[in-house]
């Protein structure tokens, strides 16, 4: 089974200003994705930036970029440039590999709320 | 295109009824898997439909079942309510163009309340 720990409940960053926020997690897997969900007040979970862990060029979307570091099962999130709409819940979540067909789950962590000040 | 769609927005029911929640998967979707939040918590998986056919399932008892139709939307019934069943529930779709595992677009949920 899988684990995915985030140890930051709660973070806070000024607007424009970067931060970074911190996953682990625990597989016995080789083959899997790793993922990063952002949940603003909405509730609707959006996409923020997806890892394929066979990859080693850490990915990258605009602001958002991760920093995947597989042998040390960690999975951080860097936000540049910091944003008031970027406000919300982060979760960091864990897909393992699997064939078409098979039932693919996301395994999530327990959040952090990112809150951007003025 | 239009996104992922759940019904209803928010629901109360007492203690041993029974619900069921709806979800309309997005346009060339053939993928939906259930995820239950509780409060303050990540979301955890309930189980996962692919061609009408439920292929996964999380530690989740028997009185969480569901549906999913031909035209891949999906039903999921909560029988014999407990008052730990309130949460926020979320809805996935997977597109058919990709495997399952490459992304899974979220609803905005149903928050349900059992008293």
């Known amino acids: 089974a899988q684990t995915v720990t985030q140890s930051q409940p709660e973070m806070s960053v000024q607007e424009a200003e970067t931060v970074t926020l911190s996953c682990t997690y625990d597989t016995s897997e080789n083959n899997y994705y790793l993922f990063w969900y952002k949940q603003p007040p909405s509730r609707q979970m959006i996409l923020v930036i997806r890892q394929e862990a066979y990859k080693q060029q850490n990915a990258t979307e605009n602001r958002f970029s991760v920093n995947f570091q597989k042998a040390a099962k960690s999975f951080s999130l860097k936000i540049s440039d910091s944003q008031l709409g970027d406000t919300a819940m982060y979760f960091c979540?864990?897909?393992?590999?699997?064939?078409?067909?098979?039932?693919?789950?996301?395994?999530f962590g327990t959040g952090t709320r990112l809150q951007v000040t003025l | 295109e239009t996104g992922v769609t759940q019904s209803p927005t928010h629901l109360i029911k007492t203690r041993g009824q029974q619900v069921t929640l709806r979800c309309s998967s997005q346009s060339g979707h053939n993928t939906v898997s259930w995820y239950q939040q509780a409060l303050g918590q990540g979301p955890q998986f309930i189980f996962q439909?692919?061609?009408?056919?439920?292929?996964g399932r999380g530690n989740f008892p028997p009185r969480f079942s569901g549906l999913q139709f031909p035209n891949y939307s999906s039903e999921l019934n909560v029988n014999a309510l407990e008052l730990d069943d309130s949460a926020l529930y979320l809805c996935?779709?997977?597109?058919?163009?990709?495997?399952?595992?490459?992304?899974?677009?979220f609803g905005p949920g149903t928050r349900l309340t059992v008293l």
């Open positions: 979540a864990f897909m393992k590999r699997t064939s078409t067909g098979t039932a693919s789950k996301l395994t």
């Open positions: 996935a779709s997977s597109p058919i163009w990709a495997a399952p595992q490459r992304e899974q677009f």
């Open positions: 439909y692919y061609r009408e056919e439920e292929n």
